[in-house]
């Protein structure tokens, strides 16, 4: 199963100036809870990886970094094309946690199983955003939560078959 994890404000932004615009220590907490739960697999842009996680691997689980670039990096598996990764996963558990092009080509190959939401209640002019996802459908969802000032909740969207 291939699940797709990301903290989005009210319209679907995700990332300012190369980082989140918000400290939720809960969500982070959530983000590792999740990620180790279900296989420990984790796919994430260059970027991302570089940006968010400060080049260092994220602990107890294999990161996958999908790059152009062919120099190795300490304990990550680069990926260099895509869907032929992604078809490596048909039977095994994999977490896409950003950036948002990555999260643009899994959705647009239909790759997408399930999303991992935390909403967070505001605008926080965004300059990276999550794609639609319209044609996913809500499964459950928390209690709204409030930490540092910060209203949020957790939602899962399953794929819509049609």
Request: overall charge negative; hydrophobic content about 35%.
């Given at each position: 199963?291939?699940?797709?994890?990301v903290?989005i404000?009210?319209?679907?932004?995700?990332a300012?100036?190369?980082?989140?615009p918000?400290s939720?220590?809960?969500?982070?907490?959530?983000?590792?809870?999740?990620?180790?739960?279900?296989?420990?697999?984790?796919l994430t842009g260059?970027?991302t990886?570089?940006?968010?996680?400060?080049?260092?691997?994220l602990?107890?689980?294999?990161?996958?970094?999908l790059t152009?670039?062919?120099?190795p990096?300490?304990?990550?598996?680069?990926?260099?094309?895509?869907?032929?990764?992604?078809?490596g996963f048909?039977?095994?558990?994999?977490?896409?946690?950003?950036?948002?092009n990555?999260f643009?080509?899994?959705?647009?190959?239909?790759?997408?199983d399930?999303?991992?939401?935390?909403?967070?209640?505001?605008d926080?002019s965004?300059?990276?955003?999550?794609p639609d996802?319209?044609d996913?459908?809500?499964?459950?969802?928390?209690?709204?939560k409030e930490?540092?000032g910060?209203?949020?909740t957790?939602?899962v969207?399953?794929?819509?078959?049609t």
């Amino acid at each position: 199963m291939i699940r797709l994890i990301v903290a989005i404000d009210s319209k679907r932004g995700m990332a300012k100036n190369g980082g989140m615009p918000w400290s939720i220590p809960d969500d982070e907490q959530y983000f590792t809870d999740q990620t180790k739960t279900f296989g420990g697999n984790v796919l994430t842009g260059k970027t991302t990886f570089v940006e968010a996680y400060k080049n260092k691997p994220l602990s107890d689980r294999q990161d996958f970094i999908l790059t152009h670039d062919t120099e190795p990096i300490e304990a990550v598996t680069l990926v260099h094309d895509l869907d032929q990764f992604l078809n490596g996963f048909s039977d095994k558990d994999l977490w896409v946690a950003g950036g948002a092009n990555v999260f643009d080509q899994v959705m647009k190959a239909g790759k997408a199983d399930e999303l991992y939401i935390t909403e967070i209640e505001g605008d926080f002019s965004c300059d990276q955003f999550f794609p639609d996802y319209s044609d996913f459908k809500l499964i459950r969802q928390s209690e709204t939560k409030e930490q540092n000032g910060f209203k949020f909740t957790y939602k899962v969207y399953a794929r819509t078959t049609t």
